[in-house]
Nanobody
Framework: QVQLVESGGGLVQPGGSLTLACAAS????????MTWYRQAPGKERELVAR???????NYADSVKGRFTISRDNAKATVFLQMNSLKPEDTAVYYC?????????WGQGTQVTVSS
């Protein structure tokens, strides 16, 4: 059974940091591209950061220089280190796995940036 389980969300003050983790199981994690998406209330889901199986990364312009995506294939886990958080980063963050036409989604974790 395929599972993507996100953790690490919560409430943080502006300027603070959080690290999200997504633990994968049930598929060959190392050969999948892994992506973090987010969806804020009333907005469409958007790509935040992506890391391929060869560890090539790309980021949304809005998070460049503040967020870092990484993966640990031995632990089948992908991380999103988020620094200098802003209120506009508030959203549900989703983990996504993709290889060719195969896509898997996690259930999401809430991140709220507020004073």
């Amino acid at each position: 059974q395929v599972q993507l389980v996100e953790s690490g969300g919560g409430l943080v003050q502006p300027g603070g940091s959080l690290t999200l983790a997504c633990a994968a199981s049930g598929f060959s994690f190392s050969i999948y591209a892994m992506t973090w998406y987010r969806q804020a209330p009333g907005k469409e889901r958007e790509l935040v950061a992506r890391i391929t199986s060869t560890t090539t990364t790309n980021y949304a312009d809005s998070v460049k220089g503040r967020f870092t995506i990484s993966r640990d294939n031995a632990k089948a886990t992908v991380f999103l280190q988020m620094n200098s958080l802003k209120p506009e980063d508030t959203a549900v963050y989703y983990c996504h796995a993709q290889r060719n036409w195969i896509h898997y989604w996690g259930q999401g974790t809430q991140v709220t940036v507020s004073s």
